[in-house]
T-cell receptor, first 116, second 112 residues
Framework: AQKITQTQPGMFVQEKEAVTLDCTYD???????LFWYKQPSSGEMIFLIY??????QNATEGRYSLNFQKARKSANLVISASQLGDSAMYFC?????????????FGTGTRLTVIP | NAGVTQTPKFQVLKTGQSMTLQCAQD?????MYWYRQDPGMGLRLIYY???????DKGEVPNGYNVSRLNKREFSLRLESAAPSQTSVYFC???????????FGPGTRLTVT
């Protein structure tokens, strides 16, 4: 079974609007971490936001917030006030507590396009 | 601070050739990783090193070897390149524990 599922291959959003990128995960560990990364067309991987499984509040970083619903095993990324520079691939990833070196499992990504 | 650096940025190999991808980090991180990214897929872990002197296989280790030369450097070797190894390779590092990984700029490898 896939550990991380991103069901939206592509999304469009109007500039200045908010957008939600979906991510569901599968783990039997109680302790785990969820991450979102951005990959612009230049190719680098940019860390955006982190949510720990024991964190009671949803993580926020500037215009990024993570809508963490533990019972549903979902960790959706919300980008508020979209900007043209937000156009990129977005990857959800998980690190499980039982993993030795805490390697990340990635989803297949969502390509976000911001329309002027 | 350079962060995570990778060399080379691009490489073309013929089937059967060997090469080593170099990675270095200057953030004093304990853990280092090698991933590959294929079109339409997320990153998949090839090998990782939890700390200096240790290495372990990830999800797709076949056809690769690694060396954790010291705390800073973690190299990935292809002994006999195959077209299936055409990919973009990313090195990453992180502190121990539940911290984000910091990625290098990637190496685009083509095997013909």
């Amino acid at each position: 079974a896939q550990k991380i599922t991103q069901t939206q291959p592509g999304m469009f959003v109007q500039e200045k609007e908010a957008v939600t990128l979906d991510c569901t995960y599968d783990t039997s560990d109680q302790s785990y971490g969820l991450f979102w990364y951005k990959q612009p067309s230049s190719g680098e991987m940019i860390f955006l936001i982190y949510q720990g499984s024991y964190d009671e509040q949803n993580a926020t970083e500037g215009r990024y917030s993570l809508n963490f619903q533990k019972a549903r095993k979902s960790a959706n990324l919300v980008i508020s006030a979209s900007q043209l520079g937000d156009s990129a691939m977005y990857f959800c990833a998980m690190r499980e507590g039982s993993a030795g070196a805490n390697n990340l499992f990635f989803g297949t990504g969502t390509r976000l396009t911001v329309i002027p | 601070n350079a962060g995570v650096t990778q060399t080379p940025k691009f490489q073309v190999l013929k089937t059967g050739q060997s090469m080593t991808l170099q990675c270095a980090q200057d953030m004093n991180h304990n853990s280092m990783y090698w991933y590959r990214q294929d079109p339409g897929m997320g990153l998949r872990l090839i090998y990782y090193s939890a700390s200096e002197g240790t290495t372990d296989k990830g999800e797709v280790p076949n056809g690769y070897n690694v060396s954790r030369l010291n705390k800073r450097e973690f190299s990935l070797r292809l002994e006999s390149a195959a077209p299936s190894q055409t990919s973009v390779y990313f090195c990453a590092s992180s502190p121990s524990g539940f911290f984000e990984q910091y990625f290098g700029p990637g190496t685009r490898l083509t095997v013909t």
